[in-house]
């Protein structure tokens, strides 16, 4: 059997690679260039064949109940199984590679490539696998390397994404580990040392005197890095150690955000931290957790508000030219995403009770947050492809399940949103647009629902009216009703965006049917060939008539206007762009 082909290269190779580990061989032959390759050949390696799936494990059975013992015995899984497969000697292969990845995480300082071939490719390859990971916890060298990457100095010199991924690999190893309860306090152990160290630095009367130190920078910077990492590998098997992690240190993150207030790229790690920390966890936290997490994320805005961190002026946003200088505006992204994951505790939710049992409301926090964001972004921002889509993605989020939100804005900020849909929606993205007529409906729908029910809905903003100088103000809806129509029947746009855009403007109908009217009859008398007049008069009828429509904002009813807008844009679309 390790006469196989397969085996003696693996084999061979295998044994050659571990040559690495003896100090005075590494330094002779193994430079960081062939150690690359030692590395890649290890990750691809171990995805095909260090301990083979179950799947591979019942194929290799088909074979032993062959009568051929031949073939048995020259079949390649079979072989293999024996030679790598999850029994002592494949154990020793994977303690192998594990001290080749510590070894050269240590003993190649600033080799940016192959460090990023051991993290991303080889470490991170090898926790994807069920087969793999219950027996990488019980090897003395996957030990070491989690020591060694808990104080190691060493290790704190590898790149911050590096860090990132080692920490967010290490976490999801604690998977592998028998019961609940040793998965998090294995994470407990893999974190302690970080948390206590931003704790006990935070805590320092000479903070604002060291905090701006070069060493104490990249120190704070890299255990953010690793945090984020350790936040990432959020699972319900371990979700309880992370939340202390993250609790632990909701002081000191408060702290450095106002101690490093001008130092951008702490602000922008400080920010991601509690995003990917809220995004793993918010689901599973009970109400009076969530409430702890709420509280935290207003005061988090109410401080980085105060300092007018990431204030933009609409000067300098107009000098962005490329992606690279947009990126200078991530901590806004940050925030973006912060509060959509906020807002995601209504849709999925596992806690016991609801949070307003403890007095505490997410709506509150997003709205304060709305009131940070929104006079943020201009349309020169939404320009680029990551800003818009997180910011109208949080939008549509917003409005669908926070509509009454809206009403308590002022009319300053209300206007700035609106402002920021209708230039959403003649964006050339299709995935921003259809993010945009999603808010549209989520907005308009409520409003009609609202005065169904007696209540005022957006009450004044959805009012036209004249101001002391004799100007007048179209109310919200009726603009963006005019918007979308001019949309649906002047400009181009890809067919996929046209059931969203019908579920948004059959609510727009509803709420301004004097207004639609109006523009109907704009539209039909504008037209100078008897035959088009005709034609566009029926499309209006049949629009909102057939298919025996009716004034519900239900299922059915949506389904019906689809059909309606389709046949209405296939009869007069054509027509209306060549006159």
């Known amino acids: 059997m390790d006469k196989h082909p397969v085996i003696m290269l693996s084999g061979s190779i295998i044994k050659f690679a571990e040559q ?19 590395v890649w050949f290890l990750a691809r390696w171990s995805l095909t064949y260090l301990m083979p799936s179950e799947e591979s494990v019942e194929h290799r059975s088909s074979y032993e109940n062959c009568n051929d013992a031949l073939l048995r015995s020259k079949h390649p899984t079979n072989a293999l199984f024996s030679f790598s497969g999850e029994n002592d000697r494949g154990k020793i292969v994977l303690d192998i590679i594990i001290r080749i990845s510590l070894s050269t995480l240590v003993s190649y300082p600033g080799e ?14 090898l926790v994807k696998r069920k087969s793999i990971i219950t027996h990488l916890v019980t090897l003395d060298s996957w030990r070491d390397l989690a020591n060694a990457f808990a104080n190691e100095r060493v290790i704190l010199s ?28 294995y994470v407990r152990s893999l974190t302690s040392h970080m948390t206590a160290y931003l704790v006990e630095l935070s805590s320092k009367n000479d903070l604002k005197a060291i905090a701006q130190q070069p060493d104490i920078i990249l120190l704070v910077s890299c255990l953010l890095e690793r945090l984020r990492g350790v936040a990432r590998a959020s699972e319900p098997r371990v979700q309880n150690a992370i939340y202390q992690m993250g609790f632990s240190v909701m002081n000191p993150v408060l702290t450095f955000l106002q101690t490093y207030k001008d130092e951008s790229a702490v602000v922008y790690l400080l920010l991601k931290f509690v995003t990917d920390w809220v995004e793993g966890q918010i689901i599973y936290l009970e109400a009076q957790e969530t409430a702890a997490v709420v509280e935290f994320c207003m005061r988090l805005l109410q401080l980085y508000s105060a300092h007018n961190i990431g204030k933009i002026s609409v000067s300098l946003s107009n000098s962005l030219r490329t992606e690279a200088d947009a990126d200078k505006y991530k901590d806004l992204r940050a925030l973006l995403q912060l509060l959509s994951n906020l807002c995601s505790k209504d849709l999925v939710d596992f806690a016991s009770e609801p949070i307003e049992a403890y007095g505490t409301n997410i709506s509150q926090v997003v709205y304060t947050g709305l009131h940070i964001i929104a006079p943020l972004i201009t349309p020169e921002l939404l320009k680029y492809p990551k800003l818009c889509h997180s910011y109208f993605s949080l939008l549509s989020h917003l409005l669908e399940v926070y509509p009454e939100i809206i009403e308590q804005l002022s009319v300053e900020a209300f206007s700035h949103i609106l402002g920021t849909l209708d230039f959403g929606l003649h964006h050339q993205d299709v995935e921003a647009v259809d993010l945009c007529l999603r808010a549209v409906k989520a ?33 919200v809806l009726s603009r963006l009703l005019r918007s979308l129509m001019q949309l649906l029947l002047f400009e181009d746009y890809s067919t996929e965006l046209v059931s969203s855009a019908a579920d948004a403007l059959l609510p727009l109908i509803l709420c301004e049917q004097s207004v639609y009217q109006k523009l109907a009859s704009e539209l039909i008398e504008r037209q100078t060939i008897p035959v088009f007049r005709f034609r566009l008069r029926n499309g209006f009828q049949s629009l909102t008539t057939s298919n025996n429509l009716s004034s519900t904002l239900d299922r059915i009813n949506y389904q019906r206007f689809r059909k309606n807008l389709h046949s209405f844009i296939e009869d007069v679309w054509g027509f209306l762009h060549i006159v």
């Open 158 to 185: 590898l790149n911050a994404a590096h860090q990132r991924s080692l920490a967010q690999t290490l976490t999801v190893s604690a998977c592998g580990m028998k019961t609940p309860e040793s998965s998090n306090e």
């Open 20 to 38: 690495s580990l003896d100090p005075v061989v590494r330094t002779s032959i193994f430079s960081p260039r062939l150690m690359e390759a030692v």
């Open 112 to 125: 940016k490539d192959l460090q990023a071939l051991t993290c991303y490719q080889l470490l991170h390859g």
């Open 443 to 475: 907005l308009a729908s409520h409003h009609y629902k609202d005065r169904g029910a007696g209540k005022i809905g957006l009450g004044s903003h959805a009012t036209s009216y004249n101001d002391p100088n004799g100007n007048f103000h179209e109310s």
